[in-house]
């Protein structure tokens, strides 16, 4: 049974560190995306308040 597994082990490891820079990307692109929002809502707030 173990040696079924080895192959599939092998391969969701190569595969899990292909995808690291993936994870990352997306990881920032959100969170650019929550400080732009952020960011506009405390510009649209100074301005409106002046």
């Not at 092998?10 to 595969?15: F, H, K, M, Y």
């Not at 820079?21 to 301005?47: E, K, N, S």
């Amino acid at each position: 049974m173990l040696t079924r597994l080895r192959p599939i082990t092998r391969e969701s490891s190569t595969l899990m560190r292909l995808s690291i820079p993936i994870i990352l990307t997306q990881i920032a692109t959100q969170a650019m995306g929550f400080i732009d929002t952020t960011m506009a809502d405390q510009v649209r707030t100074a301005h409106h308040y002046q």
